[in-house]
Nanobody
Framework: QVQLVESGGGLVQAGGSLRLSCLAS????????MAWFRQAPGKERDIVAS????????????YYADSVKGRFTISRDNADNTLYLQMNSLKPEDTAVYYC???????????WGQGTQVTVSS
């Protein structure tokens, strides 16, 4: 099994930056894709960014939601099994709980972290 633990959320003023981290542990060699989602109060959980994740390759393919293109960057550290989300030029509408999600080889069930709160004040 794979476990995911997010960190790095907090309160920041509009225009500021935060970096979220998602530490993966367990059978990390079975991960094929990782992503960041976010969920604001009263809204659905939406994808923010994703990346392919192969332990023996570095040709990651990334995806970004239109709302964060040019401001957020998804990346990973193979050695530490950590997924990052660098968030710059934050806006109040970026306020949400951010979740890390992993897709596992031969599994239809996505795995989720516990979430980390990001609050952007105007």
């Amino acid at each position: 099994q794979v476990q995911l633990v997010e960190s790095g959320g907090g309160l920041v003023q509009a225009g500021g930056s935060l970096r979220l981290s998602c530490l993966a542990s367990g059978r990390t060699w079975t991960i094929r894709n990782m992503a960041w989602f976010r969920q604001a109060p009263g809204k659905e959980r939406d994808i923010v960014a994703s990346t392919t994740w192969y332990a023996d390759r570095n040709d990651d393919r990334t995806y970004y939601a239109d709302s964060v293109k040019g401001r957020f960057t998804i990346s990973r550290d193979n050695a530490d099994n950590t997924l990052y989300l660098q968030m710059n030029s934050l806006k109040p509408e970026d306020t949400a709980v951010y979740y890390c999600r992993a897709l596992i080889q031969d599994s239809r069930t996505p795995l989720w972290g516990q979430g980390t709160q990001v609050t952007v004040s105007s």
